[in-house]
């Protein structure tokens, strides 16, 4: 599964608590992306990251904070979670071709 | 903008059935199309992209650029065919990002 871990695979936690989600690779890859997936919406891009310290917004990003300080960590954080943050927070690489991607297996956030 | 719009939310055929799950897109510039597979329990996976023309576990997708669409298409179905499919959309300038469609549930009923 492309060595795409992310943790924690559940969560809950209560509204205006900070939470911090990590995806972790062994991929190498210089690309990674941090999603959100909610019914009737598909898959949103949050942020992304490009290398290290070079991160970018995507179209979901108010909310949300990115850092990028090793190849292989990037990590997602809510700074005051809200009940609309409720999701499945997904992690992806880049793959072998441009614009391929690969899958983390999820996070399950639930906001009270 | 980009946007790819799967305009079914389920998709519900027998066993043995063709399957057509459709995707349509807006995009100005030349695209680069895919379509993702999320089977239960299992995570978001690449099932086939337009560029390398190929049949992935006997489905086929061709990129009509006059009707801006990349439906998925399988002319008999399986019961291991049911779960959620994704389209996505990237091309030249847009940084290596991908636009998913809102997905389309495809169950197959024995």
């Known amino acids: 599964d492309a060595g795409i871990t ?3 695979r559940h969560k809950v936690t209560e509204t205006g608590t900070p939470v911090t989600l990590r995806c972790h690779q062994t991929e190498n ?28 917004k995507g179209e979901v990003s108010d909310g949300y904070s990115v850092s990028r300080s090793k190849t292989e960590d990037f990590l997602l954080t809510l700074e ?33 | 903008a980009q946007r790819v719009t799967q305009p079914e939310k ?4 027998f066993k043995g059935a063709p399957v057509e799950l459709k995707c349509n897109y807006s995009y100005s510039g030349s695209p680069e199309l895919f379509w993702y597979v999320q ?17 992935i576990k006997g489905f086929t997708a061709d990129l009509n650029k006059g ?3 990349f439906h998925l298409k399988k002319p008999f179905a399986q019961e291991e065919d049911s779960a959620m499919y994704y389209c996505a959309l990237s091309g030249v300038g847009y940084g290596n990002k991908l636009v998913f469609g809102a997905g389309t549930i495809l169950r197959v009923k024995s």
């Open chain 2, 67 to 69: 009707e801006t669409s």
């Open chain 1, 6 to 8: 992310q943790s924690p």
């Open chain 2, 10 to 13: 389920l998709l519900s055929v």
């Open chain 2, 39 to 55: 089977y239960s329990r299992q995570r978001l996976q690449l099932l086939l992209r337009h560029i390398s023309r190929e049949s």
């Open chain 1, 29 to 56: 890859h210089r690309y990674m992306y941090w999603y959100r997936q909610d019914p009737g919406h598909g898959l949103r891009l949050i942020h992304y990251s490009y290398g290290v310290k070079d991160t970018d």
């Open chain 1, 80 to 112: 005051s979670a809200t009940s609309s943050q409720t999701s499945v927070y997904f992690c992806a690489i880049g793959g072998q071709y441009p614009n391929e991607q690969f899958f983390g297996p999820g996070t399950r956030l639930t906001v009270l």
